[in-house]
């Protein structure tokens, strides 16, 4: 008697555990803990879909391609929690599921996705209609600056995020280089031509030609190295 009643309470504590860590929510509970500090907010959706609408101040990692989905959430601070949602439910489910079992402590997803969202009519935004930088706008931005560091990133994208600190300190300190930022959220048809692909990516420039080109996080000791061995 006295084992089965230890063998029920283990189940009763792996049963509550379970369901403490898998957190669905209505959207209404999903709003009011956007509210709280340090909050990190995934749409989990195709760039293709976040581009149509999304919640605001959404990050974009697209679980459909996983490469991508593992490198913008490394991004993300384990310890912080992450609300994410999808379509409708079950691409939010799928990553939440390997979010918690990769180290992320407390994951909330939003029930019915952004399909319920929408429909119930919570607030949400879609990306500006801003015009498509050319080739020429591009080598214009560039033109008579010795050295240029091109940054090409989205508010969406999590390194993108974590980059940004980093590449302001960078240039505080050496203002001999030129800035040049690109939307890859907007201007899409300027990086297939530059054949930048994943983000973010940063391209320094010397005198307008390509001398050093790097995707993905990197500290600003590491681009200090970089700029030591290119100037």
Known sequence: MQILSIVLLFLFISCSSGAQNNKEVIADEFEQGLHVKEIQLLDVRTAAEYRNGHIKGSLQANWNNQQEFKERVEALDKTKPVYIYCMSGPRSEAAGT?????????????????????????????????????????????????????????????PCKKMEPIVNEFLAENKNIAF????????????????????????????????????????????????LEKK
């Open 98 to 158: 390997w979010l918690r079992s990769n180290g992320f402590s407390n994951v909330v997803e939003l029930k019915g996705g952004f399909m319920n969202w929408k429909r119930i009519g919570k607030p949400f935004e879609g990306m500006p209609d801003v015009q498509q930088m050319t080739m020429e706008d591009y080598t214009r931005q560039i033109a008579g600056k010795e050295y240029v560091l091109v940054d090409f990133g989205a508010e969406w994208c999590p």
């Open 180 to 227: 040049v930022k690109i939307d890859a959220g907007i201007h899409t048809d300027l990086m297939k031509q530059l054949k930048v692909e994943g983000l973010p990516v940063f391209v320094l420039l010397k005198n307008g030609q390509e001398v050093w080109r790097y995707k993905g996080v990197l500290s600003k000791e590491e681009l200090n190295q970089i700029w």
